[in-house]
C-alpha cells in the first residue's frame, strides 16, 4: 500500500458544527503531516506530527484541533470554523522524521463552512 | 513567507515543445523537491534533488539547482497534455524540519 488515503472527500459544514476529517497511511512512515491550501494557492504547513507526537503547530486557530491516535493514522478536528476556512486540506506523510525523503500526499478534503 | 517562489507563474505550450520552470528561494537547504497537482487535488512528488547535487535526471524530467543562487529549474521535455498541471517546488526550511512549497506555476499543453 504506497497511499495516503483522506476521507471524506467532500464536507460541507455549518459554523456551529463540530466535524473531523481522517488521514490513514500504512506505509510505516513516522511523519505525518496536514496542510491547507486556498484556491490558486500553494499548500500552507499546518501541523507535523513526528513518531505520534506534535512537533509542529504553525499557528494554527485552536478550532483546528490534530490528533494522532497511532503510527497510521491522523484526524483534524473542527469546531466552530469560519467561512474562510473553506479550503482544501491536504495530509501527507513521510518515511523520515522531516522532509528528507518525498512526501506522499492524500488527495484531499475540499470543506466549505457556510 | 513562502520559501519558494516561481516563475514564470503561468505556462502554455505546444504539445511536444519543452517546459522549463523556475524557482528560487531564500534561505540554506538540504533538499528541494518539485511536486504537480492536478485540478486543486492530491500533489505528487516528482524529484527529490539534494544540496550537494546540481543535475538530477527522471525519466522526461530534469532538475537542476544552484545553491550558489538559491535557485532550481525544471524542464520538462517532449510535454504531452497530461502534463498539464500545477507544478510546485519545496524546500525543508530554514531548520530543515518541514517542507515549504514556492508560489507555484500553471503549465497548460495544449495539444
Known amino acids: 500500500d504506497t497511499e495516503v488515503t483522506q476521507t471524506p472527500k467532500h464536507l460541507v459544514m455549518g459554523m456551529t458544527n463540530k466535524k473531523s476529517l481522517k488521514c490513514e497511511q500504512h506505509?510505516?512512515?513516522?511523519?505525518m503531516y496536514w496542510y491547507k491550501q486556498k484556491a490558486k494557492k500553494p499548500p500552507e504547513l499546518m501541523f507535523v506530527?513526528?513518531?505520534?507526537?506534535?512537533?509542529i503547530n504553525e499557528s494554527v486557530p485552536s478550532r483546528f484541533s490534530p490528533e494522532c491516535p497511532n503510527s497510521s493514522l491522523l484526524n483534524l478536528h473542527l469546531h466552530a470554523l469560519q467561512p474562510e476556512d473553506s479550503a482544501l486540506y491536504l495530509c501527507?506523510?513521510?518515511?523520515?522524521?522531516?522532509?528528507?525523503?518525498?512526501?506522499?500526499f492524500g488527495s484531499g478534503t475540499r470543506l466549505t463552512v457556510v | 513567507s513562502q520559501q519558494g517562489e516561481e516563475d514564470p507563474q503561468a505556462l502554455s505550450i505546444q504539445e511536444g515543445e519543452n517546459a522549463t520552470m523556475n524557482c528560487s528561494y531564500k534561505?540554506?537547504?538540504?533538499?528541494l523537491q518539485w511536486y504537480r497537482q492536478n485540478s486543486g487535488r492530491g500533489l505528487v512528488h516528482l524529484i527529490l534533488?539534494?544540496?550537494?547535487?546540481r543535475e538530477k535526471h527522471s525519466g522526461r524530467l530534469r532538475v537542476t539547482l544552484d545553491t550558489s543562487k538559491k535557485s532550481s529549474s525544471l524542464l520538462i521535455t517532449a510535454s504531452r497534455a497530461a502534463d498539464t498541471a500545477s507544478y510546485f517546488c519545496?524546500?525543508?526550511?530554514?531548520?530543515?524540519?518541514?517542507?515549504?512549497f514556492g508560489a507555484g506555476t500553471i503549465l497548460r499543453v495544449k495539444s
Open positions: 501527507a506523510s513521510s518515511q523520515e522524521g522531516g522532509p528528507l525523503s518525498g512526501y506522499t
Open positions: 506505509m510505516g512512515h513516522r511523519a
Open positions: 506530527y513526528s513518531y505520534e507526537k506534535l512537533s
Open positions: 534561505t540554506s537547504i538540504n533538499n
Open positions: 534533488i539534494r544540496s550537494n547535487e
Open positions: 519545496a524546500t525543508d526550511g530554514e531548520y530543515g524540519n518541514k517542507l515549504v
